[in-house]
């Protein structure tokens, strides 16, 4: 029988769902369009948490930003981000409209998860981390993948939650390490997770990894996770993530004992992908060479952009009274600093290279951000005359990893071939 994807299902207890997972990119990268056609299909799409009340402000026209930024105005020249507070009723109520109609919009036999990034501290770690998931639940999301940090004690925080039994939590690991860690941690709770996702040095976003992520290979890293979990007893699903290109790729983990892949690069340049259609080109333009590692995400993370993001060597003044989600639990964040340092040297034109404002950089999508393979992306659109390239449908990636063979990847039929 040939290798396909399609030969294979994923487990949650005794259901069974398509063994592809939509990546949870932020902000607002994995749209709601893309979750949601992943889960109609009968697979699982994420959401992002990122961000939320700026996210809903724009769906919704609602004032989340503009109240915070108001109340802090008078501080908006200050380099003390102490008092910028979120306030945790506003943030709950972002959370619950968000994901509440994302829910309500939900078709098919899928599941749609969120992905809550543990380094978004929003000077108040615990209080915001347990708002934004106990607010997620409370709006009827079916899982949770907990991500950016070991999250020791995130189960411990919600585990008064009425369905912290019932939803499905996750974790994203890229060591068998953190595993371990967060299992020990986490074993008061007497709630183990019900899939790992392991994610290798290869993926899009932030890294898990230090700037020595090339030593690392998912492939190794994935079979110790798997021999793990089976010398524990713990018959948990692992999911591999990062670098997983063809329906064949996926194959491939899945004989290694994996239940099923996350990918998002192939989704970013898709119809229903939340990033402006001109960015969309750029990752289809993009060749190997244009893309780097780099340090300039204030969160101490790694992170895989094109170099040609705007982002990088833009001195915008710090933006944290209207988002702040980078302060640590003290109102510090290491954009501030880069910042001022170059101000006190150069006030006349200010470019900041260590450093990049990431909220709102990621907000106005100024950060491209992009998996390792982004340069194969064009194998897998039309191009036209013009030389843009045709955006495929979600669906048709999807189509494309569980049927495809012999690690190949199908464009779509060109619109003139379909009538
Ligand atoms: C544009 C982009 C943004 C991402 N943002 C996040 C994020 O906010 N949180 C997160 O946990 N992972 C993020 N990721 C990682 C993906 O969810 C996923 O695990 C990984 O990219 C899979 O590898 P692939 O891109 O090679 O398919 C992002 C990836 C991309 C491409």
Redesign the pocket.
């Known amino acids: 029988m040939m290798k396909k994807l399609d030969n294979h299902r994923l487990r949650f207890a005794t259901r069974e769902y398509l063994p592809i997972v939509t990546?949870?990119?932020?902000v607002d990268?994995s749209a709601t369009a893309l979750a949601l056609t992943a889960a109609q299909m009968g697979g699982i799409g994420h959401i992002?948490d990122?961000m939320l009340p700026t996210v809903v402000d724009q769906e919704r026209r609602t004032s989340f930003v503009r109240d915070k930024l108001q109340k802090y105005k008078y501080n908006v020249a200050n380099a003390d981000k102490s008092e910028v507070k979120f306030d945790l009723e506003a943030l709950g109520q972002a959370t619950r409209l968000h994901v509440g109609s994302v829910m309500e919009a939900k078709r098919g036999s899928g599941m749609v998860f969120i992905?809550c990034?543990e380094k978004l501290t929003m000077n108040n770690p615990a209080g915001t981390l347990k708002t934004r998931l106990d607010s997620a639940m409370d709006a009827g999301i079916d899982g949770i993948t907990l991500?950016?940090g070991l999250h020791l004690g995130t189960f411990a925080l919600i585990e008064d939650h009425p369905r912290f039994h019932d939803v499905k939590l996750g974790i994203?690991v890229s060591s068998v390490r953190a595993l371990k860690l967060l299992l020990k941690k986490s074993s008061r709770t007497r709630r183990t997770p019900d899939y790992v996702?392991v994610?290798g040095p290869?993926?899009?976003?932030?890294l898990g990894f230090g700037m020595d992520w090339a030593d690392y290979d998912l492939k190794a890293i994935a079979a110790e996770v798997v021999a793990f979990l089976a010398e524990e007893g713990l018959e948990i699903p692992v999911i591999a993530?990062?670098?997983?290109?063809t329906g064949s790729d996926a194959v491939d983990y899945i004989e290694l004992g994996c239940s099923g892949v996350?990918?998002?690069?192939?989704f970013?340049i898709t119809k229903e992908c939340g990033l402006p259609d001109s960015v969309k080109q750029e990752y289809l333009k993009a060749e190997e060479e244009d893309i780097v590692v780099n340090t300039i995400s204030p969160t101490g993370y790694p992170m895989r952009m094109l170099k040609s993001s705007p982002a990088i060597g833009s001195g915008i003044r710090p933006n944290c009274e209207a988002y702040g989600y980078l302060l640590d639990r003290n109102g510090h964040c290491d954009y501030i600093d880069a910042y001022n340092a170059v101000v006190a040297q150069n006030p006349k034109e200010i470019r900041v290279y260590d450093k990049t404002c990431l909220c709102t950089a990621m907000r106005r999508f100024k950060v491209w951000?992009?998996?390792?393979?982004t340069y194969r992306l064009k194998e897998t659109a039309n191009r036209l005359p013009d030389g843009t390239y045709e955006l495929p449908s979600a669906e048709h990636v999807i189509h494309d990893y569980l049927y495809s063979t012999d690690y190949q990847v199908h464009r779509p039929p060109l619109k003139a071939e379909i009538v």
């Open positions: 990546g949870g990119m932020g990268i992002s990122a992905n990034m991500s950016a994203i996702i994610e290869l993926a899009g976003g932030h993530a990062g670098g997983v290109f996350q990918c998002a690069t192939r970013t951000t992009c998996g390792h393979y």
